[in-house]
């Protein structure tokens, strides 16, 4: 059974780079079927795509957070992570992994259970 | 972008009761060279993350109870749970995977009248 685990500080300062790691198992993420990608969740709010990569390292991400977003990925561990840089509190939010298939941009069919990521001082 | 629009925000039904959700795209999501709507809706439960309910507009997810169904085309879209049961309390959200960005709607908050 595929599982993914987010790990990473559960608190960032502002003005830092916020960075967490998504570990993959029961699945590979060099596989051409699915997007592997990062989605988060203000406290209370809705859902927001931040970016996902394809083919062990094309990424694509949304416009709105491109400017600060990188997506690395180690194929050697499975895994892939997430570095998002001059955070405010704005960027406070649970962070989810997620799977999704190759059909356009894809629905979302796995996710990690999330890990909450806090802004402050 | 394609913004996504639920409507109600919050539904309150009583159980055995049918609940329904609309969401509307501000373009279409159907791709008309494979006559498919490229719309899923999800559900979050508290505490957990979305789980897929529907994807391809209508296709329910392996697992998921048949009272739970989508309908719709283009811009235009329903999550439909024929029979409310207590486990259904949730927040439900529809999503676009037409084109990139990949956006959500703001979610549906389902509760027990």
């Known amino acids: 059974q595929l599982q993914l685990l987010e790990s990473g500080p559960g608190l960032v300062e502002p003005s830092e780079t916020l960075s967490l790691a998504c570990s993959v198992s029961?699945?590979?993420?060099?596989?051409?079927?699915?997007?592997w990608g990062w989605i988060r969740q203000p406290p209370g709010k809705g859902l927001e795509w931040i970016g996902s990569f394809y083919d062990s390292g094309t990424t694509f991400y949304n416009p709105s957070l491109k400017s600060r977003v990188t997506i690395h990925v180690d194929t050697s561990k499975n895994q892939f992570s997430l570095k998002l840089n001059s955070v405010t509190a704005a960027d406070t939010a649970v962070y989810y992994c997620?799977?999704?298939?190759?059909?356009?941009?894809?629905?979302?069919?796995?996710w990690g259970q999330g890990t909450l990521v806090t802004v402050s001082s | 972008d394609i913004v996504m629009t639920q409507s109600p925000e919050s539904l309150a039904v009583s159980l055995g009761e049918r609940a329904t959700i609309n969401c509307k795209s501000s373009?279409?999501?159907?791709?008309?060279?494979?006559?498919?709507?490229?719309l899923g809706w999800y559900q979050q439960k508290p505490g957990q993350p979305p789980k897929l309910l529907i994807y391809?507009?209508?296709t329910r997810e392996s697992g998921v109870p048949d009272r739970f169904s989508g309908s719709g085309s283009g811009t235009d879209f329903t999550l439909t749970i024929s029979s409310l049961q207590a486990e259904d309390v949730a927040v439900y959200y529809c999503q676009q995977y037409y084109s990139t960005p990949i956006t959500f709607g703001q979610g549906t908050r389902l509760e027990i009248k």
């Open positions: 029961g699945g590979s993420i060099s596989s051409n079927t699915y997007f």
């Open positions: 391809w507009a209508s």
């Open positions: 373009q279409t999501v159907l791709n008309t060279s494979n006559n498919r709507n490229y």
């Open positions: 997620v799977r999704h298939l190759r059909y356009n941009y894809g629905y979302f069919d796995f």
